[in-house]
């Protein structure tokens, strides 16, 4: 059983950076591709992007592309989500999420076995 838990969210002007943490405990940390999701008021939760077991692979939706970067660092056991040039639009709720399945480029959220309680972003125009 893996517990997560995210961290750094808050308010910030479009444009604008922040970096959110998430940090796991129980289980092999190493063992398992985290991703990043995202939930908006009235919208499905969206993947953002995902990185695989050794942090050397990464892969990200479309829309924050060039923007987002996931990094992880297995001796703390902790995924990082780096957000620069934020919009209005990238205002929701962010979850990290983990599984033991090595496809990155699987969005379901229902291929994640584990999951935090969510860390809101909000980014004001």
């Known amino acids: 059983q893996v517990q997560l838990v995210e961290s750094g969210g808050g308010l910030v002007q479009a444009g604008g950076s922040l970096r959110l943490s998430c940090a796991a405990s129980?289980?092999?940390?190493?063992?398992?591709?985290l991703g990043w999701f995202r939930q908006a008021p009235g919208r499905e939760r969206d993947f953002v992007g995902a990185?695989?077991?050794?942090?050397?692979?990464?892969y990200y939706a479309d829309s924050v592309k060039g923007r987002f970067t996931i990094s992880r660092d297995n001796a703390k056991n902790t995924v990082y989500l780096q957000m620069n040039s934020l919009k209005p639009e990238d205002t929701a709720v962010y979850y990290c999420?983990?599984?033991?399945?090595?496809?990155?480029?699987?969005?379901?959220?229902?291929?994640?076995?584990?999951w935090g309680q969510g860390t809101q972003v909000t980014v004001s125009t």
């Open positions: 990185i695989s077991f050794s942090g050397v692979s990464t």
């Open positions: 129980g289980g092999t940390f190493s063992s398992y591709v």
């Open positions: 999420a983990a599984k033991g399945a090595i496809l990155l480029a699987d969005k379901r959220h229902e291929e994640y076995d584990y």
